[in-house]
C-alpha cells in the first residue's frame, strides 16, 4: 500500500537496510594470530621412534654412570687448564676405564644434539624421517673416529716415545666427555627457556669449537714432551685437523 501526504511518500523503498560495514559491527578472530613456538619439525623430530628410543637408552646409560662421572670430574675439568691432568687420569686403570666408557655413552648424546638443532645436515638427508638423519650423524661420526683411527695408525712415530703419542690421542676421551655434558646442560638449559632453535645451534657451535682448540692446544703440549713444537703442530693437524676438515666438507659437498 503507498500513501500520500502532501511531500511525504511512503513506500517499500523507505525501508532502510544497513550497509555490511553497519551490519557486522564486531566480532572475534578466533584464530592465532601469532605463530605456535612448537614447529611441526620439532614435533616430528621428538615423536620419532628412533630418537625416542636413543633418547631413552642414553638417559639410562647417563644415570647408571653418574658415580664413574663423578669419580673422574677433577681430572676432566682440571685437564681444561693443564695437560698434566690427562697424564694423572690415565695412571690410575680403573679412571682409564671409566673415561672410556663416558666417551662411548657420550657419543650418541652427542649426535642426538647435533641432529636435533640441524648442527650438521647433508642436503641429500633433508626429506628424510628425523630418526634416520641421527642414524646418519652417529654412522659419519664412526667414519670420522676410523679415519681419525688409520691417520693415528699409520703417523706412529719412530724417533719418540710411543706412549705420549698414544697418551695425545686418547686425550681427545676426556675433552668430548666434557663437551657433551656442557652441551646437554647448555642446551637443557635454553629449551626450558624457551630460546629459539637457532640461538641454540649457534651457541652450540661456539662450544664445540671452543673445546676443540683446548683439546689442540693440550694435544700439542703433550707431544712437546718427547718432540718439537712443530713436530708436535704438523701431528696436530694431520691427526685432528685434517678428518674435522673433511666432516666439514662432507656437509658442504654432500
Known sequence: MIQSQGSDVFSVDTIQIAGAGKAFTGGTLDMPTVASSVTPAMTTWNHDIINCILICVTALLFILSIRRFLGILPYLTGGLLRWKEVVNLEASVRNTRDRNALFVISIPAFCLIVSRYDI???????????????????????????????????????????????????????????????????????????????????????????????????????????????????????????????????????
Open 120 to 254: 650438521y645436515s647433508l642436503e641429500f638427508a633433508k626429506n628424510l624421517m628425523p630418526g634416520l638423519k641421527t642414524l646418519i650423524i652417529i654412522g659419519v661420526f664412526a667414519a670420522y673416529m676410523a679415519v681419525r683411527g688409520f691417520f693415528i695408525l699409520i703417523a706412529a712415530p719412530k724417533k719418540f716415545s710411543r706412549e705420549v703419542y698414544g697418551l695425545s690421542n686418547r686425550a681427545h676421551y676426556n675433552y668430548f666427555i666434557v663437551l657433551t655434558a656442557l652441551m646437554l646442560l647448555t642446551v637443557g638449559i635454553l629449551a626450558i627457556c624457551k630460546v629459539n632453535d637457532l640461538t641454540i645451534k649457534t651457541i652450540a657451535i661456539y662450544e664445540i669449537a671452543l673445546f676443540f682448540v683446548i683439546f689442540g692446544i693440550r694435544k700439542v703440549q703433550i707431544l712437546s714432551n718427547s718432540c718439537n713444537h712443530f713436530t708436535a703442530f704438523l701431528y696436530l693437524c694431520s691427526l685432528e685437523l685434517l678428518p674435522a676438515a673433511l666432516v666439514i666438507a662432507s656437509a658442504v659437498l654432500f
